[in-house]
């Protein structure tokens, strides 16, 4: 059975940090592509970041700079570590493993940027 449980989010308060965690099961981890996806209020879900199972990243724009994803292929996680972060940064934040046609997610955390 494949899962993917999040953990790490909270409340924050601006310019501060938060480091997100994935832990997967159920499929060879290492072989998937991971991203973390982001939907905030009243807004479509959006992509993250990427890592591939060789720890090769990507980034949107929007966190180009402040975000770091990384992977622990021996213990089947993935981590967003999130510093500098603004009150647009609020949102419910997701894993999703991918390996064409195949694609999973987990159930969301989240993330509340707030003074």
């Known amino acids: 059975q494949v899962q993917l449980v999040e953990s790490g989010g909270g409340l924050v308060q601006p310019g501060g940090s938060l480091k997100l965690s994935c832990a997967a099961s159920g499929f060879i981890f290492s072989s998937y592509q991971m991203r973390w996806y982001r939907q905030g209020p009243r807004k479509e879900r959006e992509w993250v970041a990427t890592?591939?199972?060789?720890?090769?990243?990507n980034y949107a724009d929007s966190v180009r700079g402040r975000f770091t994803i990384s992977r622990d292929n021996a213990k089947n996680t993935v981590f967003l570590q999130m510093n500098s972060l603004k009150p647009d940064d609020t949102a419910v934040y997701y894993c999703n493993a991918l390996r064409n046609p195949l694609s999973y997610w987990g159930q969301g955390i989240q993330v509340t940027v707030s003074s």
């Open positions: 890592i591939t199972g060789a720890g090769a990243t």
